[in-house]
């Protein structure tokens, strides 16, 4: 189908939930979006491969708590988008159009879908991450009522692997879930219990551990990932002991000056901005964090 067609063709476009088999096609749209608007931008890839994009949007379209939205034009997928039902605060993304359909407002429904969504399900607030380079979903997010909360630096770089002394770092069990949870409270003012859990079961939770408490957790140093500290330095502990920073990289709040100077020290590179967003509830967090793109 060519640009024009589509276009043309806009009141045939049908917005239904996602299946598991739509994980290919999906992928292939997300990967082509996102490739192609890093490169118009001189950035790197999100996705190395539409296999990667296909991956991920199978993970996705299987999780029981995240509801899908495809957008389907002539019959063919053009679109998707995503809400993370996990936690107190929904989490919208990835959203993705066809590089053929985009502008032409296919974003615009597959946002407001998934934001009928959260309303109906009464989430009291809904986030994401914005590639701050990218002037149109910027544009697009603000006249849905999203605000700008926090530019956010994406940092990769060789894993550091080092010990930070008096900050010990261990894997999580299910039974740090409530202490992660109330450290996660005490600095957003509600849990990411959901994701902790997930992260948990997959291993991929770390704690840090003072006097028989724990003052920092991560569910992973990565891209798809978040992370809370009492201190900077209970996150300077869960970075340094990371093996690998997954993805296309660790998400850091560029405020965090500290931090993010002391990162820098060590050596890691800014890939992009990007900018936290917010719709509804939000609270200012109150202590040292690290925001995930998606959840
Ligand atoms: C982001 C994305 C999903 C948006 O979908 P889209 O179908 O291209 O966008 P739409 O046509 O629905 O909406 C674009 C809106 O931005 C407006 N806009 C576009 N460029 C603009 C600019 N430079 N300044 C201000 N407004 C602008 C348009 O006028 C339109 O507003 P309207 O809905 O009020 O008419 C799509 O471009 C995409 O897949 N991009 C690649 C992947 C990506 O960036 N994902 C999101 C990561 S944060």
């Not at 997928?77 to 032409?104: K, M, W, Y």
């Amino acid at each position: 189908m060519t640009q024009c067609a589509m276009r043309r063709d806009l009141g045939s476009l049908v917005l239904r939930p996602g299946t598991a088999g739509d994980a290919e096609a999906c992928g292939g749209v997300c990967y082509e979006a996102f490739r192609t608007l890093a490169e118009r931008h001189g950035f790197p890839p999100d996705f190395p491969s539409a296999t990667h994009a296909a991956a991920l949007m199978s993970n996705l379209l299987a999780h029981p708590r995240l509801y899908s939205v495809v957008a389907e034009l002539g019959g063919r997928i053009v679109g998707s988008n995503f809400l993370d039902e996990r936690s107190t605060i929904a989490g919208l993304g990835p959203i993705s159009v066809h590089p053929d359909a985009q502008n032409s407002s296919v974003g615009r429904r597959l946002m407001l879908a998934a934001l009928d969504r959260a309303k109906e399900r009464r989430f009291p607030g809904v986030r994401l991450l914005q590639a701050g380079y990218h002037n149109r979903s910027l544009s697009l997010y603000t006249k849905l009522g999203f605000n700008v909360r926090e530019p956010v630096v994406t940092l990769q770089g060789p894993a550091l692997k080092e010990d930070i002394p008096g900050y010990p770092v261990r894997t999580a069990r299910e039974d740090d879930l409530e202490s992660c949870n109330r450290l996660c409270v005490s600095v957003h003012g509600h849990d990411r219990s959901g994701e902790v859990l997930d992260g948990i079961r997959q291993g991929s939770t770390r704690v840090v551990e003072r006097a028989g408490r724990i003052t920092g957790y991560t569910t992973g140093i990565a891209f798809f990932a978040h992370s809370i500290g009492e201190t900077n330095e209970d996150l300077q502990a869960l970075i340094a002991a990371a093996p690998e920073f997954a993805g296309p990289g660790f998400l850091l709040p560029a405020r965090n000056g500290e931090l993010y100077r002391w990162s820098l020290a060590h050596g890691l590179k800014v890939v992009q901005v990007m900018n936290l967003m917010t719709l509804g509830l939000y609270n200012e967090p109150t202590g040292a964090y690290l925001p995930s793109v998606l959840y």
